[in-house]
């Protein structure tokens, strides 16, 4: 990784991490995860929309082994103020459209939307992750954790394993 490159710890707040999210639709998920992004101050409204628009268009519902993840984000960053992902474990799996062929259902357990300016280092962090999603091993590890803290502690030292 380049000096300028953006890490995912720099990317992934505590404050940011939310587990039991409720919601019947990804669209409710999208929603919600950007009006934790606005109101943290990481995103403006439209922000959901944005991010609504490109999921219809590209999917981003990872079938997964030991646990299926969605890494909703948008085309365009009129409304990203400042880059971070939004990270939630849902109470109950939620469909989203499968990365890909955009048919197959995904019933999704966790969600990490990309809130990014769109350049080569958001597309570096989005290897990185889906790299760690792409390992059974990590993804159990992943599924266990139980708090903010222990998600991104995870997450970053689960992302330094990776080889790109």
């Known amino acids: 990784m380049s000096q300028d490159a953006v890490s995912l710890g720099s990317l992934i707040h505590e404050d940011m991490v939310y587990f039991d999210v409720e919601a019947e639709t990804w669209q409710d998920v999208v929603r919600i ?3 934790h992004a606005i109101e943290h101050g990481y995103a403006v409204e439209g922000y959901a929309e944005d991010v609504i628009e ?3 268009l590209y999917p981003t519902g990872l079938p997964t082994d030991v646990m299926k993840v969605a890494i909703p984000h948008a085309m365009v960053q009129d409304h990203v103020k400042e880059a971070a992902i939004v990270v ?3 109470a109950h799996p939620v469909d989203f459209k499968e990365m890909g062929d955009g048919e197959n ?4 357990e966790m969600v990490y939307m990309l809130v990014a300016k769109g350049d080569k280092h958001h597309l570096a962090v989005l290897q990185q992750l889906i790299s760690v999603f792409a390992t059974p091993e990590f993804m159990t590890e ?4 139980e708090d903010p803290a222990s998600l991104k502690a995870t997450l970053i030292d689960l992302a330094g394993k990776v080889v790109l």
Request: charged fraction near 35%; avoid cysteine; aromatic fraction near 0%.
């Open 33 to 35: 995860l950007a009006g």
């Open 54 to 56: 490109r999921e219809e």
């Open 88 to 90: 939630a474990k849902l």
């Open 105 to 108: 259902d995904v019933p999704v």
């Open 142 to 145: 992943l599924k266990t954790v």
